[in-house]
């Protein structure tokens, strides 16, 4: 399912494939909270076969990277903060809210919280700051990533394998947020132009995915 859907009708008739609902979270802040919150309303009715979606407890992750040494970023932190807010408000059953992690520290907080997950639970993850595509692969960066794109593997966090580790921890609905399409985050880069994340999908009953933008394209930090 392609992302960059603009409003949350045209989405949520989309939900029979097990979607990746791709909204436009490039509005002003409280507008992005509302839409995540929306987005959870709608993963949290049904599911492809149209049965109410039913989780024990709701857990989150929400990291806000912005202090990119050299190339920071304004608005992940506040934006990761006000989302963590939003979701204790909708009543989560415990948020962790992470801000400026490097990469040891992004492997090991996403590991704990997918330690904690169990059989039927809600698992929410919203990361906010640089995020890149390279060889059709979405990275999402660490505060100490200070290499070239053929660094990626080694020195940022796929975000191909965060899916993975969501979808195998045993939650019973799974929401993905990748605020992450940002400007280019290498200085001096000569790369081909691709811009923003390339789509991203799941095939696993119960895994919502959505993006800042659509496909391609870049949410600017303004």
């Known amino acids: 399912m392609t992302c960059g859907l603009n409003t949350l009708p045209a989405a949520a008739g989309r939900r029979a494939n097990n979607p990746q609902i791709g909204y436009n979270l490039t509005t002003s802040p409280m507008k992005r909270i509302l839409i995540l919150a ?47 807010r939003t979701l204790r408000a909708l009543g989560f059953d415990d948020v962790t809210e992470k801000r400026d992690l490097n990469r040891r520290q992004m492997r090991q907080e996403i590991d704990k919280f997918v330690a904690r997950i169990n059989k039927g639970d809600m698992a929410w ?49 799974r929401i993905l947020i990748l605020d992450a399409c940002r400007n280019n985050p290498f200085r001096g880069s000569k790369r081909d132009g691709t811009r923003g994340l390339v789509h991203m999908d799941s095939s696993v009953e119960g895994t919502y995915i959505a993006f800042a933008t659509a496909d391609n394209s870049v949410a600017e930090d303004t």
Request: hydrophobic fraction near 40%; charged fraction near 25%; charge should be negative.
């Open 38 to 84: 929306c987005v959870c309303a709608a993963a949290l009715a049904q599911t492809r076969a149209g049965r109410e979606i039913r989780v024990q407890q709701k857990l989150a992750l929400v990291i806000g990277n912005g202090a990119y040494p050299g190339n920071a970023l304004k608005n992940p932190v506040n934006d990761a903060a006000a989302v963590a």
């Open 125 to 173: 993850v919203y990361y906010a700051g640089h995020g890149v595509q390279a060889n059709e692969r979405n990275y999402l960066i660490p505060v100490d990533f200070t290499g070239e794109e053929s660094d990626l593997d080694y020195e940022a966090y796929p975000a191909d394998q965060l899916r993975d580790k969501l979808e195998r921890s045993g939650a019973r609905l």
